[in-house]
T-cell receptor, first 111, second 114 residues
Framework: DAKTTQPPSMDCAEGRAANLPCNHS???????VYWYRQIHSQGPQYIIH???NNETNEMASLIITEDRKSSTLILPHATLRDTAVYYC????????????FGTGTSLTVIP | DSGVTQTPKHLITATGQRVTLRCSPR?????VYWYQQSLDQGLQFLIQ???????AKGNILERFSAQQFPDLHSELNLSSLELGDSALYFC?????????????FGPGTRLTVL
């Protein structure tokens, strides 16, 4: 299964864009990149996912490099409520699509 | 609100006991996943069901078992509980359980074993 590497922590000023990087150099051709976040001990919240193309939804944008070995999650205008742990996950290409969460990036949005 | 419900919210029990955690998936979702989150292990995948059948197993102990019923709700049974089983247990659901299907997580059950 493809593993991911994320910085353990990041800060971002309120109102600015938060750019969260993720490396997944062993990703296979049919494996998706997913981003989730977890606020305190709440259930992880789905943000966005993609395969090859860049994706955008109401929460964020996902930029995947052409070689698919890394990606960046962009929160365009960070608010205090975006303070959370962000997980980058690569869905395994065997059966089941079970997620393997790493340690994620703890994002702190500063007023 | 993800649409996934879990009961109970909190559970306090003693070592050696058995408990059952319940999960109702989002309407229309056929696949259910169970995850455990403890302080020292992070979020760990336990088991997945699709339309009543077990599809994938992760780091699930033999003392733990699960099933998905015909109405698609799922139960996770934990027996011979140990102090180390204290954790948050999350259920998630997805439409088909495929690689492109996002999982939606419930609010979790916090289990405390004394």
């Amino acid at each position: 299964d493809a593993k991911t590497t994320q910085p353990p922590s990041m800060d971002c000023a309120e109102g600015r864009a938060a750019n969260l990087p993720c490396n997944h150099s062993t990703i296979s051709g049919n494996e998706y990149v997913y981003w989730y976040r977890q606020i305190h001990s709440q259930g992880p919240q789905y943000i966005i996912h993609g395969l090859k193309n860049n994706e955008t939804n109401e929460m964020a944008s996902l930029i995947i490099t052409e070689d698919r070995k890394s990606s960046t999650l962009i929160l365009p205008h960070a608010t205090l409520r975006d303070t959370a742990v962000y997980y980058c996950i690569v869905s395994p290409s065997n059966t089941g699509n079970q997620f393997y969460f790493g340690t994620g990036t703890s994002l702190t949005v500063i007023p | 609100d993800s649409g996934v419900t879990q009961t109970p919210k909190h559970l306090i029990t003693a070592t050696g006991q058995r408990v059952t955690l319940r999960c109702s998936p989002r309407s229309g979702d056929l696949s259910v996943y169970w995850y455990q989150q403890s302080l020292d292990q992070g979020l760990q995948f336990l088991i997945q069901y699709y339309n009543g059948e077990e599809r994938a197993k992760g780091n699930i102990l033999e003392r733990f078992s699960a099933q998905q019923f015909p109405d698609l709700h799922s139960e996770l049974n934990l027996s011979s509980l140990e102090l180390g089983d204290s954790a948050l247990y999350f259920c998630a659901s997805s439409t088909q359980g495929g690689l492109s299907d996002e999982q939606f997580f419930g609010p979790g059950t916090r289990l405390t074993v004394l």
